[in-house]
């Protein structure tokens, strides 16, 4: 299938182009990639035959590119579309696994069957009908060996002469009816031995299919995992197999927009500008995705990929990693009475070392105060929340908090500004259970079945320039449990400001821990994040 180059608008064909590529993992989408975006949504929704798939979701990719007489566009979708891997408006899979004839598509029938013979077999496992015969018959013997024991037992309690005389018939008795329950026993699983034969053929059948299954499964995916095979700006390609090494790809590795936008630009010689993806339709189950919001590239199935493929291209420095020296100076030292501080952290710290060898509260209070021992960090704040936090000077003192947090002895406030008003004074439980999304971490997600319970107290404070200030207490202290809460629908469908994760990314996040309170002592911290 060949590529299509889309014409961008002309009121913006002459905008400035970027100077480097977009940083996947957060950006803001340039006003060449909106442009773009708005006609990918004009055109599909002219195609009312995807409506009603639309509206259940799906992610779309816009990549603007440079060529011989100017700038153009790609555009993608992620997985299928119409139960179509390929649609002529917008660029090939990287790997077609639904094209006829395909190897995938043939062995996937193959193992399809297997299945299918698997399922019918399972239904004719039947034990033999004497089973039930034997469990009644042995039943039956059991209570007369129960009733043949008391009526013993109860001779023994005689202490006439005559009795003790009998002990020993009374002994041989009893051996005699276990002996007959042994033999009684064995017989009938002889009987259903015989009677089982074609159930055994049936079993070993189904167990020699299931490893069969198994194998060819597996040999499959790792067939599947070498035919994805992406290019970077260097021309260098590599496999999912090679790019995830030594873990396993994650199911659908590769099928995303990032990586569809940038192969089909590389193998087709034009040179990428910048990127942007955006969601479209209703938020999926459990997440929270909103319609027109642009979205970063995921982390578990699209990191590996991209830090291969985004190689030769001048791609911008991490937003999140600029200005991280200067946060030092913001990182204040409120309370410290040698065993305990409290400290207040700005928006945009780590609270502990990460990956990056960023600032962090950790360091930076190791340095600050060099006597101190012990983990230090007795709670968390995100990275893009600002506010007060419990720091342990002792080994002694860590140990007392962490009790004090796992008995829920710690109450904590945060102000928060929401993206929406909400009536003032109004205010409730929110209750709904989460969990990491191992397919984007650090997202979370709403499960009812999987997810850890969480529940929220919050309270409209008052609105200020069309949003809702609220003061938010976390009765549970779940990870991103306040931004999901405040942004998903079955909550209050109503984002944090600044939430680039769960709603739309502004200067920061507008999220403040804003007091905390503990063996009555309250230390308050006030910012005005209106």
């Known amino acids: 299938m060949a590529v299509t180059l889309h014409s961008l608008p002309s009121c913006v064909e002459k905008a400035n182009a970027p100077k480097q590529f977009t940083y996947p993992f957060c950006y803001e989408p340039h006003p060449l990639c909106i442009a773009a975006a708005d ?5 599909i929704s002219r195609h009312t035959e995807w409506h009603e798939e639309l509206q259940r979701g799906k992610m779309f990719g816009v ?8 700038l153009g566009f790609l555009a ?13 408006y917008f660029v090939p899979p990287v790997f077609d696994l639904m094209a006829p004839g395909c190897y995938f598509q043939e062995e996937e029938a193959a193992i399809s069957d297997i299945n299918r013979r698997i399922s019918l077999l399972e239904s004719t496992m039947q034990p033999s009908p004497l089973r039930r015969q034997m469990d009644e018959e042995l039943a039956a013997y059991r209570r007369f060996m129960q009733q043949s024991k008391a009526e013993r037992d109860a001779k023994r309690q005689n202490c006439s002469s005559e009795a003790k005389d009998d002990s020993g018939l009374l002994i041989k008795e009893s051996q005699h009816q276990k002996a007959e329950y042994r033999r009684l026993k064995q017989a009938w699983e002889q009987r259903i031995f015989a009677d089982e034969a074609a159930l055994r053929e049936r079993q070993e059948e189904m167990a020699r299919l299931q490893a069969e299954r198994y194998e060819r499964s597996n040999a499959l995916q790792q067939w599947l995992f070498r035919q994805f095979s992406f290019l970077n700006a260097q021309g260098k390609a590599c496999s999912l ?9 994650p199911a659908g590795a590769g099928e995303c927009c990032a990586p569809r936008l940038l192969q089909a630009a590389y193998k087709e010689g034009l040179q990428p500008l910048c ?3 955006f969601w479209v339709g209703a938020s999926p189950k459990g997440e929270v995705r909103r319609d027109g919001h642009y979205y970063p590239s995921c982390n578990s199935k699209c990191r590996p990929i991209l830090r291969h493929m985004l190689r030769g291209l001048d791609v911008e420095p991490n937003p999140l990693l600029a200005g991280q020296e200067e946060l030092l100076s913001q990182l204040h030292i409120i309370y410290n009475d040698g065993e305990m501080a409290v400290v207040s952290k700005p928006a945009g710290m780590l609270s502990v070392p990460g990956k990056d060898e960023l600032p962090n509260v950790q360091d930076a209070i190791r340095k600050t105060i060099p006597s101190a021992e012990g983990p230090l960090i007795v709670h968390r704040l995100d ?3 600002s506010g007060l936090m419990l720091v342990a000077l002792t080994d002694k003192k860590y140990h007392e908090l962490q009790t004090l947090f796992l008995h829920r002895k710690v109450h904590k406030v945060y102000h928060a500004l929401l993206e929406r008003e909400m009536p003032v004074g109004q205010e409730g439980d929110i209750r709904l259970p989460l969990r990491p999304d191992i397919d984007d971490r650090p997202r979370q997600m709403v499960d009812e079945q999987n997810g850890k319970p969480a529940l929220t107290h919050y309270r409209v404070l008052a609105n200020r320039g069309g949003r809702a200030l609220l003061e938010l207490q976390p009765i549970t202290g779940r990870t991103h449990q306040l931004r999901v809460h405040c942004a998903h629908p079955l909550g209050l469908n109503n ?3 600044g939430d680039r994760l769960y709603g739309k990314p502004a200067e920061r996040l507008m999220l403040h821990a804003y007091s905390i309170t503990f063996e009555g002592k309250t230390f308050e911290d006030e910012e005005d994040i209106t």
């Open 63 to 70: 990549l603007i590119v440079k060529t011989l007489n100017g």
């Open 275 to 277: 990127m942007a993806e």
């Open 495 to 497: 984002p944090i400001v």
């Open 39 to 43: 006609e990918v949504r004009r055109y």
């Open 383 to 385: 990275m893009d929340t």
């Open 241 to 249: 197999t090679e790019l995830f090494a030594p873990a396993v790809p």
């Open 76 to 88: 993608a979708f992620s997985g299928t579309l119409d139960g179509k891997t390929q649609h002529e």
